[in-house]
């Protein structure tokens, strides 16, 4: 069974830094894009950053230029690494993977799976 686990999150003070990882795990044939996500409380899930299976990186316009996400492909792992935060980060941070994966004996070229989350904290 595919599985993501997110782990990093914590208590900031503004303007520190935070590191998220996510790791797949399970029997994926191949990754096609991974993504994180942030829910704030009275808020919808919103889209952080992606970074696709050809390594293109999208960011959205509130955390471009502070976030950054990479990847280890060797262990199917994204970190998104935070800087410079602020107390309107406060969220928990979802990850997101889309992977060729097999099932129940049965091949999914597009599983989506969610990860727990995880909480993000951000004081002022």
């Known amino acids: 069974q595919v599985q993501v686990v997110e782990s990093g999150g914590g208590l900031v003070h503004a303007g520190g830094s935070l590191r998220l990882s996510c790791a797949v795990s399970?029997?994926?044939?191949?990754?096609?894009?991974m993504a994180w996500y942030r829910q704030a409380p009275g808020h919808q899930r919103e889209l952080v950053g992606d970074i696709t299976s050809g390594g293109s990186i999208n960011y959205s316009n509130s955390v471009k230029g502070r976030f950054t996400i990479s990847r280890d492909d060797g262990k199917n792992t994204v970190l998104l690494q935070m800087n410079s935060l602020e107390p309107e980060d406060t969220a928990v941070y979802y990850c997101n993977a889309n992977v060729a994966a097999v099932e129940s004996g049965i091949l999914d070229r597009h599983l989506e799976v969610w990860g727990q989350g995880t909480l993000v904290t951000v004081s002022s």
């Open positions: 399970g029997t994926i044939l191949s990754i096609n894009r």
